[in-house]
């Protein structure tokens, strides 16, 4: 099975700017959409954004025109470049896979990363 690997998360002051990585791993033949979730302290899991391989984008509302996604599909990674930071984005960020095909055609619906914690103060 492929892996996802985060990167780039750490503390930032409210107002600045964070680029995350995620970068999958493995005998990946392809992924159809690339992802980003996040989960606040005491929170649920949260949508914030994806892109499919062909290029459609979707945003969550509460971040559309402060973050940027974007995919290297030859690397195998996503990307999130979060401006303006605000402390409410405060959270662990989540890499996601969907219907990620391996060299062997096998498929999986769904792959997550381990998550990397990204702080915004006040």
């Known amino acids: 099975q492929g892996q996802l690997v985060e990167s780039g998360g750490g503390l930032v002051q409210a107002g600045g700017s964070l680029r995350l990585s995620c970068v999958a791993s493995g005998s990946i033949r392809s992924i159809d959409v690339m992802g980003w979730y996040r989960q606040a302290p005491g929170k649920e899991r949260e949508f914030v954004a994806d892109m499919a391989n062909r290029g459609r984008t979707d945003y969550a509302d509460s971040v559309k025109g402060r973050f940027t996604i974007s995919r290297d599909n030859s690397k195998n990674a996503v990307y999130l470049q979060m401006d303006n930071l605000e402390p409410e984005d405060t959270a662990v960020y989540y890499c996601?896979?969907?219907?990620?095909?391996?060299?062997?055609?096998?498929?999986?619906?769904?792959?997550w990363g381990q998550g990397t914690l990204v702080t915004v103060s006040s």
């Open positions: 996601k896979a969907v219907r990620m095909t391996m060299t062997s055609w096998r498929r999986y619906l769904e792959v």
